[in-house]
């Protein structure tokens, strides 16, 4: 599905330049000149980092059109951009940057029966088969970025996916690009008899038919014959002399070499392609493998069972998925013991049977070459997607690790014969050896094509080693006969190797081509043709000299600052408070630039990008600006900059990248610094401040609770009081009520022994008391002696949590301390703390954790539990027993709270509700409501706050049965479906204690 975006206005760059003049005068889109804009577009997912001249977003294709003109006029160069996601720098350089991934991505034509479509540039992948789906099609080069990489990246990049071995890369499957030329020209490149050939695209293909007439002999010679080979230009299909061209029924196609060019041709606005049958069934081996080397080996004689996809992980890869949330349910139950590999093999096809049969052959297989009982079958569908997920997320998986050593992109495409895989591995292994390194290996085992990342450390000697490494497994290959660059393309880091691989009389030639489409060298300058060095220092993302400014943590960041010995390569974690400043530098660098917070699919992330769909406001772009002030490439305000406020003013502190983000971008945590940089050098507003003091202040609000709320709905009392104070005017405010602490005592003691305290948070303590009643209830009727967060005399416990969206960490932390003093009592004896609010409750597992509190923090962490979680425990002990009846309504609909899901806890949400007899208990596939605390209620947010809620929430709300019972945990989200739907949603607390009564 192609979600259409809203537009919220931003402050605009000063113009520098007659292009940035012209562009801003005549064209609709976004012209983005400024120093952060262009900061956020000068890397992709490489090693690189070049500063463009500005960025365009074209609303449409005469925008598109419009901005290459004025682009030609001006002698500027031009840059095309879909996701970003290139990992070889293809996406960066000193052009104009035209973003096609914001609106250019629909699709123009259809044909079922023919099988084709034609889609613009900007069309995400998962986004077309999801259009796709519902005719029985895919496109099926499914590579694994594929939530948010685009088509017109892909055909770029010559893209292949996990599949090739059965569908082929991007050039088996465009059938058609519709392109604009450096000098204004438009055209269809197609098959070369069905091109309208204007005298200027008939001079190009004349010429390159020449070219490949007269290098027929270095094509066959020194074109790598391995299917998984994008290098250079792909000159072989005018070669008719060569069987191995790529041609549709036998007729050269001049879109071919438009593919794989990375841009540097031609500007592709609309591309034709061949579309397959989706397959009926799937099914999925996982085979557990004792060492790397069987596992390599392996692959050749696995690859005659004719699977559609054999791909690995390695044991690096499973152990740091492990160590994720998300995924680590998933990789265990793909686990057979330790293994040191694992090699997921799938088959497709229209006969379930005839599937599972295969699997006992490639059962058979393993038993035949030692490894019986390892292989792990797969055949439901949805325990086969999630393992995908796993796989598919390899590279940001990898780039999970801390510390200034990361995985480094250069070698890790080169592709060579399965006879020699085996070899080639354990020989390039023995490389990162010699350099005090090691290699993290995924990816396409059935052609060949590993992506092995060598760890270094960019800052330091990284680039010398990474120099060196390049050179002894460029040797390797050609001992090999592989292609050097094996799938992601040529870029920045591998230019400068076409000329090795294909020698001079075909780089040349390449050269003749290049000069033939851009003779000005206007289109994605330096790449393929005349490249830099791959080490060119002043290239790098950390570029010599690279520092951070000094910076003032509040929070403990240690933890990322993981310190490598330079002469042995091994990494030492440091210890807590060790560098705070450092490990807050080394978290915003987590960022890998991939762009999985741009997708769309289930999950949370990233609310703000799901409804802007801009760079600004994204995981992605909000580190990239982060790192950009904190080096002090935006000046010398570092957290505090105004570029950095502008960045996470739509940042809803959801945590969703904590949990979606698989190298563990926690933006939620980094905001809570920036927010108090800004509050130290600027002060808080009055707003800020009721909300931020609310703790201390509801006890007497709570008194006079009627009196506000009449004041509330007197509108012009209520809506002046709101206006004034910035907040928005359509929303109901948060009804103050008789403190349910102040009227509540512990419950008797009972027989069982069983203690629980109830920790009551400042909203269902003094604004929705009867969530707390209820809880207790339940509580009490499954035999619990019920303990509550309060002491004669004091002001009730608090997370703190409302201090730190106003930047007050000091306050928040003597909150928690107070907290911590108050609680530990129960904790030593082992009593179970217990809330409501998810975000306050987690809290005590999250936030506390980052103050510096060591030992205590832990503990209560460890001993801390959402109301549903603590019931799902107890149940599966078989110390809970709770007489539950029908209700009258047998339908229940749940929307988890954002950071239920961050931290895995909303499944035990319908887990619970199911326990009620008769009850058809449905979950919301829903990302962030967009209340998020008060930034639903703030003026300036409020059409934000409602277009997230509209996304998917509010319509499914909507949609439901009448009767439906709605179940929302989280104080906001509740308030945020009053207001959009009318409908009251309860606490999963309320509906148990409805189903005890009845």
């Known amino acids: 599905m192609t979600v259409k975006p809203i537009h919220f206005a931003r402050q605009a760059s000063p113009v520098t330049s007659p292009l940035a003049a012209r562009l801003r005068k005549e064209l609709r889109g976004d012209v983005l000149f400024g120093q952060a804009d262009r900061g956020r577009y000068a890397t992709d997912a490489s090693i690189y980092q070049i500063m463009p001249i500005g960025v365009v977003v074209p609303r449409d294709q005469k925008d598109l059109l419009l901005a290459l003109e004025i ?41 079922a029966v023919a099988r084709t479509i034609i889609v613009e540039p900007g069309m995400v992948l998962d986004h077309l088969n999801a259009w796709l789906k519902p005719y029985g099609l895919w496109f099926p080069v499914d590579v694994s970025t594929a939530a948010q990489c685009t088509i017109g990246g892909m055909a770029g990049n010559n893209s292949c996916g996990s599949r090739s071995i059965e569908y082929g890369n991007m050039v088996h499957n465009v059938l058609a690009i519709d392109a604009v030329l450096a000098d204004g020209t438009q055209g269809r490149f197609e098959t070369i008899d069905a091109m309208v050939q204007t005298p200027r695209l008939q001079s190009i293909v004349e010429r390159i038919q020449q070219i490949a007439q007269r290098e027929h002999a270095e094509i066959i010679e020194r074109i790598p014959k391995v299917l998984r080979r994008v290098g250079g230009y792909n000159i072989d299909v005018f070669d008719c002399q060569n069987p191995r061209a790529y041609t549709d029924d036998g007729k050269a196609n001049l879109a071919h070499i438009l593919v794989g060019s990375e841009g540097t041709l031609a500007y592709s606005r609309q591309i034709k392609l061949k579309l397959a049958p989706l397959p009926k069934h799937k099914v999925l081996g996982v085979i557990n493998f004792p060492t790397f080397y069987k596992a390599m080996d392996s692959a050749q004689h696995i690859v005659k069972l004719l699977p559609v996809a054999v791909e690995l992980v390695d044991r690096t890869m499973i152990d740091l998925s492990l160590n994720i949330a998300a995924f680590r349910p998933v990789i265990e139950k793909a686990l057979v013991g330790s ?28 038993s035949d070459l030692g490894l019986p009982g390892m292989v792990v079958d797969m055949v439901d569908a949805n325990e086969q997607k999630a393992l995908w997920d796993v796989r598919k997320a390899g590279l940001n998986i990898m780039m999970s690790m801390k510390g200034d050593g990361k995985p480094v992109s250069f070698i890790e495409d080169c592709a060579v014969p399965l006879e020699h895989l085996a070899a080639y591995t354990d020989k390039l292994t023995e490389v990162f050896h010699k350099y005090h390194t090691e290699g993290t290996w995924y990816a396409h085992a059935s052609v060949g094509t590993l992506h092995v990342r060598p760890i270094l450390d960019m800052r330091r000697d990284g680039a010398a080693d990474m120099r060196a490494i390049a050179e002894e497994a460029s040797a390797l290959v050609r001992e090999y006969k592989g292609a050097y660059s094996g799938e992601h393309g040529d870029g920045l880091c591998r230019g400068e190797w076409v000329a090795w691989q294909y020698g001079p009389r075909l780089n040349r030639a390449f050269s003749e081509i290049k000069d033939l489409f851009d003779p000005d060298n206007r289109y994605n300058p330096d790449k393929i043709v005349r490249p830099p060095k791959m080490d060119e220092k002043s290239n790098f993302r950390f570029k010599p000299g690279y520092r951070e400014l000094p910076l003032q943590t509040k929070l403990d960041w240690s933890a990322w600052n993981v310190k490598r010995d330079p002469a042995t390569g091994v990494e030492t974690p440091p210890g807590t408070g060790d560098d705070l400043t450092g490990g807050l530098a080394k978290a915003v660098e987590m960022c890998n630039n991939n762009g999985h917070c741009r997708k769309f699919d289930a999950g949370t992330m990233c609310p703000s990008y799901r409804i802007t769909k801009d760079e600004r406001h994204v995981t992605r772009g909000r580190a990239n600006t982060l790192r950009l002030a904190i080096s002090g490439q935006l000046g010398d305000d570092g957290l505090a900059s105004a570029e950095v406020k502008e960045v996470l003013d739509l940042c809803v502190s959801c945590k969703g990248c904590k949990r979606d983000c698989p190298t563990g971008v926690d933006m939620a945590r980094i905001k809570i610094e920036a ?113 509550f967060n309060t002491r004669q005399g004091e002001r009730p416990l608090c997370c703190g949590r409302t201090y730190l969206s106003a930047g007050l960490v000091e306050q928040a932390k003597e909150e928690a301390r107070r907290t911590l003093d108050a609680l530990m009592p129960f904790v030593e004896r082992g009593v179970p703390i217990v809330g409501l609010e998810p975000s306050c409750l987690l809290s005590l597992r999250d936030e506390f954790l980052n103050y510096g509190y060591g030992e205590e923090a832990r503990r209560l962490a460890n001993n801390a539990f959402l109301f549903e979680e603590f019931l799902v425990r107890e149940r599966k002990a078989d110390r809970l027993k709770l007489d539950l009846k029908p209700l009258p309504s047998n339908k229940a609909m749940v929307h988890g709270h954002c950071h239920q899901k961050a931290f895995d806890a909303f499944r035990p949400v319908p887990e619970i509700l199911k326990w009620i007899p008769d009850l058809d208990v449905s979950v919301i596939e829903s990302s962030c409501c967009g209340m998020a605390g008060s930034f639903g209620y703030e003026h300036e947010h ?29 104080t906001s989200c509740r308030h945020q479906i009053q207001d959009g739907t009318e409908e009251t949603p309860l606490h999963a607390a309320r509906v148990l204690a409805m189903a005890l009564q009845q």
């Open 71 to 111: 682009a030609q006029s001006e002698k500027a160069p031009i840059l095309a951009r879909g996701g970003g996601t290139s990992q070889c720098g293809q996406t960066v350089g000193e052009a104009l940057v035209i973003d096609n991934s914001k609106w250019l991505n629909n699709v123009i034509e259809f044909d």
């Open 339 to 366: 293994p040191q590999a694992i090699l997921l093999v799938e088959f497709a096809g229209d006969d379930q049977a005839a599937l599972v049969q295969r699997l006992a052959a490639l059962s058979d297989l393993m």
């Open 675 to 787: 927010r108090a940089a800004w509050a130290k050098r600027n002060g808080i507003t009055l707003r800020d401040k009721l909300v931020a003091f609310m703790p201390r202040y509801a006890p007497v609000a709570s008194r006079f609770g009627v009196l506000l709320s009449a004041g509330e709905k007197l509108p012009f009392i209520g809506n002046w009081v709101k206006k004034a104070i910035g907040l928005a005017p359509q929303r109901s405010s948060p009804a103050f009520k008789t403190s349910f602490l102040s009227k509540v005592s512990a419950s008797p003691a009972k027989a069982s022994g069983m203690e629980v305290m109830l920790f009551v948070d400042t909203f269902n303590n003094y604004m929705e008391p009867e969530n707390a009643r209820a809880a207790q209830q339940v509580l009490e009727a499954a035999g619990y002696h019920v303990h």
């Open 942 to 970: 409020y059409e934000a706050s409602l277009a997230m809620a509209e996304l998917s929430l509010l319509p499914a709300i909507r949609k439901a049965e009448k009767g439906t019972i709605f179940v929302a945990d989280g």
